[in-house]
């Protein structure tokens, strides 16, 4: 399970299939959702409760 505070800006996370990036927290502090976008550079907001339960954090590996 992943809490919203522990987000790294940057990194790969999976939602329902998606890869996404984390870019930041919403201005929008009453709603309390997160700002990622997709490989189409499109943004996605999610809030904390879909955080903790859906959002999966991706391992991502270098090629030697």
Known sequence: MIE???LIKGKLYEFRGVQLRYQHPSSCAVQARYV???SKGQHRELG?????RELHSVEEFAEN
Request: aromatic share 10%; charged share 20%.
């Open 4 to 6: 919203p505070k522990t």
């Open 36 to 38: 990622f976008t997709n």
């Open 48 to 52: 904390a409760q879909i955080i903790k």
